[in-house]
């Protein structure tokens, strides 16, 4: 099993950059498949991005989700953020193994951290 925990949440004005860490424990984040989902006040979680198993990187608008196996880290680099950014942020790893795509049902994942507050002001 393994555990996950973000960090670097917090308040951020619009147009700035903010960049989450998702740390796991308990076993190498390198057998999963990662991603990141937000969920803002009275809205439904979402998938926001992700890697899977095979990949280092990847890239979604704003966003890049980027993995570092030797830290057991797994990056959400947001740029440009706008108000309409403010959730909560949860990073997930996932055991299904995929060559091509990536994971982007919470049905898909299996671990899940607390989450951080992201804030975007105007």
């Known amino acids: 099993q393994v555990q996950l925990v973000e960090s670097g949440g917090g308040l951020v004005q619009a147009g700035g950059s903010l960049r989450l860490s998702c740390a796991a424990s308990?076993?190498?984040?390198?057998?999963?498949?990662m991603g990141w989902f937000r969920q803002a006040p009275g809205k439904e979680r979402v998938f926001v991005g992700g890697v899977n198993t095979y990949d280092t990187d990847s890239v979604r608008g704003r966003f890049t989700i980027s993995r570092d196996n030797a830290k057991n880290t797994v990056y959400l680099q947001m740029n440009s953020l706008r108000p309409e950014d403010t959730a909560v942020y949860y990073c997930?790893?996932?055991?299904?193994?995929?060559?091509?795509?990536?994971?982007?049902?919470?049905?898909?994942?299996?671990?899940w951290g607390q989450g951080t507050q992201v804030t975007v002001s105007s």
């Open positions: 308990g076993r190498s984040l390198s057998r999963y498949a």
């Open positions: 997930a790893a996932g055991t299904k193994l995929i060559r091509v795509g990536i994971l982007q049902r919470e049905e898909e994942y299996d671990y």
